[in-house]
C-alpha cells in the first residue's frame, strides 16, 4: 500500500521560498511522482512531475524558473524547492503518484494520479 506524507508547507511573504517535502512509503521509487496544486474554487492542477530516474521533468509554465522537483529514490522522498513564491501560488499542495505509468513522459493531468498524501498548505502574501 503507497503512503505519501508531505510537509514544509507555510506562510512566507512574496518573493520567499518554501521545500516542500514528500515521504513516500510503498513501492515508488520505479514511479512518476508529481506535486499538485488546489486554489480555493479553483482545480486541482499539476505543478511538476518527474520520471522514477529523473531524466523527465515536467513544470507547469506557471512555475517554471522557479520551482525544482526532485527525488530521493533511496530515502524515497521528493522534494519542490519553491524560490520567488507569488501569493498566486497559495494553494494547497499535494504529492502524488500513479501505478499506472509504463514508460515515456510522465502524466501531468491529476485524474491519471491514484495515490495522495493529505496535502500541505503554502501561503503567500503580498
Known amino acids: 500500500q503507497v503512503q505519501l506524507v508531505e510537509s514544509g508547507g507555510g506562510s512566507v511573504q512574496a518573493g520567499g521560498s518554501l521545500r516542500l517535502s514528500c515521504a513516500a512509503s510503498g513501492y515508488t521509487s520505479s514511479s512518476c511522482m508529481g506535486w499538485f496544486r488546489q486554489a480555493p474554487g479553483k482545480e486541482r492542477e499539476g505543478v511538476a512531475t518527474i520520471s522514477p530516474g529523473g531524466s523527465r521533468i515536467y513544470y507547469a509554465n506557471s512555475v517554471k524558473g522557479r520551482f525544482t522537483i526532485s527525488r530521493d529514490n533511496a530515502k524515497k522522498m521528493v522534494y519542490l524547492q519553491m524560490n520567488s513564491l507569488k501569493p498566486e501560488d497559495t494553494a494547497m499542495y499535494y504529492c502524488?503518484?500513479?501505478?499506472?505509468?509504463?514508460?515515456?513522459?510522465?502524466?501531468?493531468?491529476?485524474?491519471?494520479?491514484?495515490?495522495w498524501g493529505q496535502g500541505t498548505q503554502v501561503t503567500v502574501s503580498s
Open positions: 502524488a503518484t500513479t501505478s499506472t505509468w509504463y514508460g515515456g513522459s510522465c502524466h501531468t493531468a491529476p485524474y491519471e494520479y491514484n495515490y
